[in-house]
């Protein structure tokens, strides 16, 4: 228990005196409103760059979920103001910038003044907005943003929705027609599914699920959301299920990462951090939907998946973030942590608690930027830090470690508990 203690309490640290504080310090934009769009490695303010869609939700998510979490701790009262008005500045930049009042759903990219720059909808982008806005109501009691999640969510639904093979494509136009280009970025292979795409529509329909279960549970939901609940309900099995039966590679035990419409596999290479991230996401998902049936098939495939994830640590205590790239990626690091405290937490896998905390001695170690603050990209091969990657920006944000930092604060609050 001392080595947990001591986990819980570096996290906690690293949240609040790290993490947070970069961005509460360095990244709001008080001019133009909302937070600059790039730091990069070298630590240079790049105030003009655009800004994601990926970003902002990420944003929201982590200063929300921050302001929750913490605000059941009385040492960290003083930081819950400063939260909350960065979680609502986040909110109200998305609603005014972002959110395509014409055709719904999520603008890509706009530009450091808040105009639209990429009008393309990614249906990961709009998962992120699922996700920071039902966790800014789940903190709050915010109905209207409640209402934003709920809305995107049957965005989601009439135009990403395979209704012949299941499952969700990856974009659209500004207004819907298809698009030629799907890809998230350029590293990505141009497919009309991804096993990415799916995780966070999983994560975020979860929280959505989680929050409107909830209140329903209170009776203190409109009924007009019951069909919301339920539909909810049924696409969480239907995702689990995906997961299970197409997305997981029988051979090989990794979660293949690119599809053809009807779920032919397009890809061979393994990702390690996707593997390790997934199989956590999975596990709360079927324990959220709280199905004895599913949660018993479910939890088999959590350790496979999770062991095959493993294949990518090495000697140093780190995870290497695909079978071709040997960098450590700072969110692989954080997502590998939560995945093997995940299996000792529910699976009494005393072998995964000591790959995550080697894990999070090597985090300490090589990745944390104790100047600065904040998490560097990654570490390359030779033990060098990349610098040529942002500090901050269109993909780099506080959501991965910010999210290992309080899903252990609340998993060793309930393991302390127990």
Same mark, same amino acid.
């Given at each position: 228990m001392v080595r947990i203690d001591t986990l819980r309490s570096e996290a906690i640290d690293c949240l609040t005196e790290n993490i947070l504080p970069f961005w509460l310090n360095n990244m709001r934009d008080h001019n133009r409103g909302g937070w600059y769009g790039q730091m990069t490695g070298h630590g240079e303010l790049v105030k003009n760059a655009p800004r994601s869609a990926v970003l902002y939700a990420r944003l929201l998510w982590t200063f929300a979920a921050a302001y929750r979490v913490l605000g059941s701790m009385e040492s960290k009262e003083h930081i819950l103001p400063s939260l909350l008005q960065a979680a609502t500045i986040t909110?109200?930049?998305?609603?005014?910038? @972002?959110?395509?009042?014409?055709?719904?759903?999520?603008? %890509?990219?706009?530009?450091?003044?808040?105009?639209?720059?990429?009008?393309?909808?990614?249906?990961?982008?709009?998962? @992120? #907005?699922?996700?920071? @806005?039902?966790?800014?109501?789940?903190?709050?009691?915010?109905?209207?943003?409640?209402?934003?999640?709920?809305?995107? @969510?049957?965005?989601?639904?009439?135009?990403? %929705?395979?209704?012949?093979?299941?499952?969700?494509?990856?974009?659209? #136009?500004?207004?819907?027609?298809?698009?030629?280009? #799907?890809?998230?970025?350029? !590293?990505?292979?141009?497919?009309? !599914?991804?096993?990415?795409?799916?995780?966070?529509i999983l994560e975020s329909y979860t929280n959505l699920y989680r929050v409107l279960d909830e209140l329903r549970c209170k009776k203190d939901l409109d009924a007009d959301y019951d069909s919301i609940v339920d539909s909810l309900y049924s696409r969480l099995k239907t995702l689990i299920t995906l997961f299970t039966d197409r997305i997981l590679n029988p051979k090989t035990h990794h979660l293949d990462l690119f599809f053809d419409m009807d779920w032919r596999r397009k890809s061979t290479t393994a990702s390690y951090g996707h593997d390790i991230e997934c199989s956590w996401l999975l596990h709360e998902a079927s324990l959220v939907l709280d199905d004895e049936h599913l949660l018993s098939h479910t939890e088999s495939i959590v350790r496979e998946v999770a062991q095959a994830g493993a294949e990518g640590l090495r000697m140093d205590g780190s995870m290497v973030y695909e079978s071709d790239d040997e960098d450590r990626h700072w969110w692989v690091q954080a997502e590998a942590v939560v995945g093997f405290f995940n299996l000792y937490q529910h699976f009494d896998d005393e072998a995964a608690l000591k790959k995550a905390l080697n894990l999070w001695k090597y985090i300490k170690v090589h990745l944390i930027d104790y100047e600065h603050g904040e998490w560097y990209w990654s570490v390359r091969a030779d033990g060098s830090v990349n610098l040529e990657e942002d500090h901050a920006g269109f993909w780099k944000c506080p959501y991965h470690n910010a999210r290992m930092c309080l899903e252990i604060i609340q998993r060793t609050a309930t393991l302390s508990q127990e």
């Open positions: 909110r109200d930049y998305i609603l005014q910038h @972002f959110i395509d009042k014409e055709q719904g759903g999520v603008y %890509w990219s706009v530009t450091a003044d808040g105009k639209p720059l990429d009008s393309k909808k990614q249906f990961y982008a709009i998962a @992120f #907005m699922i996700y920071g @806005f039902s966790e800014y109501a789940r903190a709050t009691g915010d109905r209207s943003s409640l209402q934003t999640a709920v809305e995107l @969510f049957k965005v989601i639904e009439l135009y990403g %929705w395979d209704a012949t093979h299941n499952g969700y494509i990856e974009a659209c #136009m500004r207004d819907w027609q298809p698009i030629s280009d #799907m890809r998230l970025s350029t !590293k990505d292979e141009n497919y009309p !599914k991804s096993q990415n795409t799916h995780l966070h």
